[in-house]
């Protein structure tokens, strides 16, 4: 059963511009209403910083997890069960959304389900069809 849904930051929640993605977030907002949320990003604190402050961080995610902070980054397995474990989870019960293939194997080597990030409807619509078929 799906307990977590863990955010790219690069690509997913940002521009390569570094403007955020109003509507990614606004379906950040309402993932976690149900679900607990993570940002696992192998961008700087200070680029993270600059998107969220502390508060919205603290209210969008339930763990942040940078990679240049914990010495490792994606597509590292460890970074994923990492950020599973801070959100008291096991990797099965995680899905990660990122918008490169690379980091997308990454993270069902460490056990997680993933979707591929293209398009917002493109997203909600797989991850949708992941919860349905993890709660059948």
Known sequence: MIQAVIFDCFGVLCSER?????????????IHKGYKTAMLSNVSRQFVDSLFSQQEQAELFDAVVISSE????????????MTAMKLGVVPEECVMIDDSEANIAGARRAGMQ???????????ADLDKLVEKNNA
């Open 114 to 124: 993933a979707v591929l990030y293209e398009t917002l409807e493109q997203c909600q």
């Open 18 to 30: 570094g403007a955020r993605y109003e509507q990614v977030v606004d379906f950040v907002r309402q």
């Open 70 to 81: 914990v010495g490792i980054a994606k597509p590292n397995d460890l970074i994923y069960e």
